[in-house]
């Protein structure tokens, strides 16, 4: 059995929720926030049986997006000490970064 960490976008969270229980998967929803952007994101677990792993990570593919977010400089050109920092800067988000643990086991109290 495997613990899927499935870190998402807000955007793309209750798709992927409403996607994931349609197909009859359990999952728990976590409010984060990225250590990067400083911006809440929703992390997923998931526990899946081996042979489900495949199906529940073609369903976050397919519902997470990439997307791309503009990080306006901290500083003005004008007091910036080198003007690198001043530039605004590209990232890519996402799709979904998910790490894949290993359960040892699985049980109801
Ligand atoms: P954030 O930490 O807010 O990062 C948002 C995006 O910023 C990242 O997208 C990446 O493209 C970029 N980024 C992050 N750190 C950077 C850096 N030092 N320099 C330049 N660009 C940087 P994703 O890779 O798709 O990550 C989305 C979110 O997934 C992250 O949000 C974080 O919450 C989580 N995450 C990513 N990698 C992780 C890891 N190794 N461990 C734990 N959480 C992770």
């Given amino acids: 059995m495997k ?13 992927l929720s409403k996607a994931l229980s349609k197909a009859g998967y359990s999952a728990t ?33 397919e519902h997470c997006r990439t997307r791309t977010r503009l ?3 901290s500083v003005p050109l004008s007091q910036a000490p080198d003007p690198f920092l001043a530039q605004a800067l590209e990232v890519q988000v996402g799709g ?8 040892e086991d699985f049980f109801r109290i």
Avoid: C, H, M, Y
């Fill in 96 to 103: 979904a970064v998910v790490f894949v643990l290993e359960a």
């Fill in 29 to 61: 929803k976590l409010a984060s926030t990225g250590s990067f952007l400083r911006e809440g994101n929703t992390t997923f677990l998931i526990g899946v049986e081996d042979q489900e792993l495949a199906e529940v990570r073609g369903t976050i593919a």
């Fill in 3 to 15: 613990l899927l960490v499935a870190i998402v976008q807000d955007a793309d969270a209750s798709r």
């Fill in 71 to 73: 990080l306006t400089p």
